[in-house]
């Protein structure tokens, strides 16, 4: 598993979110807006933050810490995932799956533990 999608939803504004692994090892959530909203600004708008991959050590730790007080269970669960880059999606698709925010409540989760982000988006 190194792209799972996070959020979708269909309309005249769709919205999808992805969490993956980039070829060059940082995590990126990125989410992608289509339609009519988006339109209204001149085209479809994409958004991106980006964690750099010496950084995802603080963000495994920072998730296990938040999920071992918000849900042990999955915690549990993760002992079975064999990489940490898949045990790093799993716990954000446990903490983010089904958010329309989710790209945005992950930049302020790092943001509040300290953990560098680049956001950048294009339209």
Do not use: H
Not at 6 to 32: F, H, M, N, P
Request: overall charge positive; proline content about 3%.
């Amino acid at each position: 598993m190194k792209k799972l999608q996070l959020y979708q939803s269909r309309g005249k504004t769709s919205r999808s979110i992805w969490a993956e692994i980039a070829s060059d090892g940082d995590l990126v959530l990125s989410c992608k807006d289509v339609g009519q909203a988006p339109r209204k600004l001149l085209s479809n708008y994409e958004f991106f933050v980006r964690v750099p991959v010496t950084s995802k050590d603080a963000v495994y730790q920072a998730l296990v810490d938040k999920l071992s007080i918000d849900n042990p269970k999955a915690v549990e669960k993760l002992k079975s995932v064999k990489s940490q880059d898949d045990k790093l999606i799993e716990m954000i698709s446990i903490m983010y799956r089904g958010k329309s925010d989710a790209v945005d409540d992950f930049q302020r989760f790092m943001q509040k533990k300290g953990i560098p982000t680049k956001f950048f988006s294009y339209s």
